[in-house]
């Protein structure tokens, strides 16, 4: 797992060290780069799934993150010709990639560097990670689909995906700890209270937490 993440000469960064831990809340002005932090991550991740960033390339854009050129990428103060993102795990394993800055090149939309020696088991390159961006998209008549079948649990990251997720996954057995008792309110697969596990399907799942934010109400007469 992440424990630390170091930004050298990315975006608004010169050198700046993240303490990360299981929840972390980032806070803070408009424009101090809370955002930079997240795009750092999903840029290694996008290059990941490319195929790229064992290549030593870094993707500047795509499907999870856009950046621009690689002009757009780096500090405007950079101290140096590189940009480093350095991923530190909570067992001291340190993974580093570094990523060459070529001065008086504008139309770069990928990076190049040596090629990295990184653990490919991190949170951020698995298969169970989602990035959700507070840019959601609206209730409309059709909705796209998922194109590729390996992230099935991929709603997408404004949740472009979710009723194809609902759908394909609805009878999948999930487990849930109910520990709410308005959870269960119409959901007949649910118990009223189970501090323990159950294991249930994940459209009642999914049902049962939706409760917990969207109250049903109770018709008038």
């Keep these: 797992m992440i424990a630390e993440l170091t930004l050298h000469n990315f975006k608004c960064f010169i050198d700046q060290s993240i303490t990360v831990g299981p929840l972390t809340l980032l806070v803070g002005a408009n424009a101090s780069g809370k955002s930079s932090v997240l795009q750092s991550l999903l840029l290694l991740r996008q290059s990941h799934l490319r195929g790229a960033l064992s290549e030593g390339k870094l993707v500047l854009n795509g499907r999870l993150s856009n950046v621009g050129t ?27 990639f570094r990523f060459e800055y070529v001065r008086g090149e504008t139309d770069v939309y990928v990076m190049s560097g040596p090629l990295p020696q990184y653990d490919k088991q991190l949170n951020i390159f698995q298969t169970a990670f989602n990035y959700l961006n507070a840019e959601r998209i609206g209730p409309r008549l059709t909705y796209p689909m998922q194109e590729d079948e390996r992230w099935s649990y991929d709603v997408g990251i404004h949740g472009e995906y979710t009723a194809q997720i609902l759908n394909r996954a609805k009878n999948d057995p999930v487990t849930l700890t109910i520990d709410d008792p308005d959870t269960n309110t119409q959901i007949p697969e649910l118990p009223l209270r189970s501090i323990k596990p159950i294991r249930c399907r994940f459209c009642s799942a999914t049902a049962g937490r939706m409760i917990c934010f969207v109250p049903p109400t109770s018709a008038s007469g």
């Design 70 to 96: 690689m002009r757009d990428a780096v500090s405007r103060d950079l101290v140096d010709e590189e940009l480093i993102f350095d991923l530190g795990t909570n067992n001291g394993e340190r993974n580093v």
